[in-house]
C-alpha cells in the first residue's frame, strides 16, 4: 500500500493491477480474488470516476471510536474510477448525488493521515 499512499501525496492515483487476468484494483489489492494471482503490476488511474451507489450518513465515527451525530448529513459514495473493476468509497462534496454522476477524485497531499490523502469526492466539470 505504501505506493498507493506515495503515489496520493504526488496527487496521482496508483491502482494495482493482475497480471494473469488484467484487472484493475483501486484500492489496490495483493491478489486477485478472481484468478488468484498476485496483483504486483501498478498503474495510474486519472482522477475522474462515475458513481456507482451512495448513502447518506447521519453519524461518523468519532476520534474516541463512538459514533457521533453529523449536524447536517453526509453523502458517502462508491465510485467506480476510469480504468479500474473496483470502487473506492469516499465522502462526495455535492449538494446531492446520482448513479451515474461523474466525479473528480479531491486528493490531500498534506493529510497527516494516510487515510485522509483521498479527502473527498466533487461533481466533474
Same mark, same amino acid.
Given at each position: 500500500?505504501?505506493?498507493?499512499?506515495?503515489?496520493? =501525496?504526488?496527487?496521482?492515483?496508483?491502482?494495482? *493491477? $493482475?497480471?494473469?487476468?488484467? =484487472?484493475?484494483?483501486?484500492?489496490?489489492?495483493?491478489?486477485? &480474488? *478472481? $484468478?488468484?494471482? *498476485?496483483?504486483?503490476?501498478?498503474?495510474?488511474?486519472? !482522477?475522474?470516476?462515475?458513481? &456507482?451507489?451512495?448513502?447518506?450518513?447521519?453519524?461518523?465515527?468519532? /476520534? #474516541? @471510536?463512538?459514533? &457521533?451525530?453529523? &449536524?447536517? /448529513?453526509?453523502?458517502?459514495?462508491?465510485?467506480?474510477? #476510469? @480504468? +479500474? #473493476?473496483? $470502487?473506492?468509497?469516499?465522502?462526495?462534496?455535492?449538494?446531492?448525488?446520482?448513479? @451515474?454522476? =461523474?466525479?473528480?477524485?479531491? !486528493?490531500?497531499?498534506? +493529510?497527516?493521515?494516510?487515510?485522509?490523502?483521498?479527502? $473527498?469526492? =466533487?461533481?466533474?466539470?
Amino acid at each position: 500500500m505504501e505506493r498507493f499512499f506515495d503515489g496520493m =501525496r504526488e496527487g496521482k492515483l496508483m491502482a494495482s *493491477r $493482475c497480471p494473469g487476468c488484467g =484487472r484493475v484494483f483501486l484500492p489496490p489489492r495483493m491478489v486477485c &480474488e *478472481r $484468478c488468484l494471482t *498476485r496483483a504486483e503490476d501498478w498503474v495510474e488511474l486519472p !482522477l475522474t470516476g462515475s458513481v &456507482e451507489t451512495f448513502t447518506e450518513a447521519h453519524v461518523r465515527l468519532a /476520534p #474516541d @471510536g463512538t459514533l &457521533e451525530d453529523l &449536524e447536517d /448529513p453526509e453523502l458517502i459514495a462508491m465510485v467506480r474510477h #476510469d @480504468g +479500474a #473493476d473496483t $470502487c473506492v468509497a469516499a465522502r462526495l462534496d455535492a449538494p446531492q448525488a446520482a448513479v @451515474g454522476m =461523474r466525479v473528480e477524485a479531491v !486528493l490531500d497531499p498534506g +493529510a497527516e493521515n494516510v487515510l485522509d490523502l483521498l479527502s $473527498c469526492y =466533487r461533481a466533474a466539470e
